[in-house]
């Protein structure tokens, strides 16, 4: 379960209750980050070798378009695809497969303007942002612009509805 709610009290005369985020482990952080590089790279391949075939660009504009801008045209793709995912449902098509999600420190729902921030790094500066939170951050699961997002990524399950129970047939 990826939120557990705990009464604690503390000396309190009233029990608190707090919710329990599960932060998701780097590998699966990696394995959604791999098969949203690879949705989108296909995607555009698919978009590239439209283009092509109605519209001739000479070698060298060719040259030009993906292999010199390539990098920051690519980063700006990824940059939208994340802030219109995350900032949507907190997940991208990645995060949903490996069943993790991004939300605000409190377990709250990011909406774009967090997502905006919180892609930066992962969009433009990912070994960077990457290596800064572990060696900066180390034991948080954080990277930078996690940090300066408010944000983290935490463990979800995909769970039936109050009052619904699927049932599956046995094959």
């Given at each position: 379960?990826?939120?557990?709610?705990?009464?604690?009290?503390?000396?309190?005369?009233?029990?608190?209750?707090?919710?329990?985020?599960?932060?998701?482990?780097?590998?699966?952080?990696?394995?959604?980050?791999?098969?949203?590089?690879?949705?989108?790279?296909?995607?555009?391949?698919?978009?590239?070798?439209?283009?092509?075939?109605?519209?001739?660009?000479?070698?060298?504009?060719?040259?030009?378009?993906?292999?010199?801008?390539?990098?920051?045209?690519?980063?700006?793709?990824?940059?939208?695809?994340?802030?219109?995912?995350?900032?949507?449902?907190?997940?991208?098509?990645g995060?949903?497969?490996?069943?993790?999600?991004?939300?605000?420190?409190?377990?709250t729902?990011?909406?774009?303007?967090?997502?905006?921030?919180?892609?930066?790094?992962?969009?433009?500066?990912?070994?960077?942002?990457c290596?800064?939170?572990?060696?900066?951050?180390?034991?948080?699961?954080?990277?930078?612009?996690?940090?300066?997002?408010?944000?983290?990524?935490?463990?979800?399950?995909?769970?039936?509805?109050?009052?619904?129970?699927?049932?599956?047939?046995?094959e």
């Open positions: 379960m990826a939120e557990e709610s705990v009464m604690i009290n503390g000396g309190h005369p009233e029990p608190i209750t707090v919710n329990k985020l599960y932060l998701a482990k780097w590998s699966t952080r990696f394995w959604a980050w791999l098969i949203d590089f690879i949705l989108v790279f296909l995607f555009l391949n698919i978009v590239r070798d439209i283009l092509k075939s109605v519209w001739h660009i000479s070698q060298f504009w060719e040259y030009w378009l993906w292999n010199i801008a390539d990098f920051t045209i690519i980063s700006l793709i990824f940059f939208v695809y994340w802030i219109i995912s995350e900032g949507y449902c907190g997940q991208s098509i995060k949903m497969v490996m069943n993790v999600k991004v939300v605000r420190r409190d377990g729902k990011i909406k774009y303007g967090i997502a905006a921030i919180e892609s930066l790094g992962k969009a433009f500066l990912l070994p960077f942002d290596l800064i939170g572990w060696f900066g951050m180390p034991g948080t699961k954080l990277r930078l612009f996690n940090r300066i997002s408010h944000t983290v990524v935490i463990k979800t399950d995909y769970q039936e509805p109050d009052g619904i129970i699927y049932v599956k047939e046995k």
